[in-house]
């Protein structure tokens, strides 16, 4: 029993963190620039070289995007 209250502790403490110091204003629909890819590539012949989407990882988005 004393590790169950320890634990629901700790998961009480996580959520209190995360709804403190999580941004109210965190966006997901980012502006996403590639300038390593060539102008014909598929996804900038899609999009354009300046497009927004929602955040994703794949192997043409590897990193979090900055907000602009």
Not at 20 to 34: E, G, V
Not at 42 to 68: C, I, M, Q, Y
């Amino acid at each position: 029993m004393p590790g169950l209250c320890v634990t629901a502790l700790i998961g009480a403490a996580g959520l209190v963190a995360v709804l403190r110091l999580w941004p109210a204003n965190d966006q997901t629909i980012l502006r996403n620039d590639l300038p390593d890819l060539p102008a014909d590539y598929l996804h900038l012949s899609e999009h354009g070289p300046h497009h927004t989407h929602a955040v994703f990882f794949d192997n043409l988005h590897r990193r979090w995007p900055k907000a602009a």
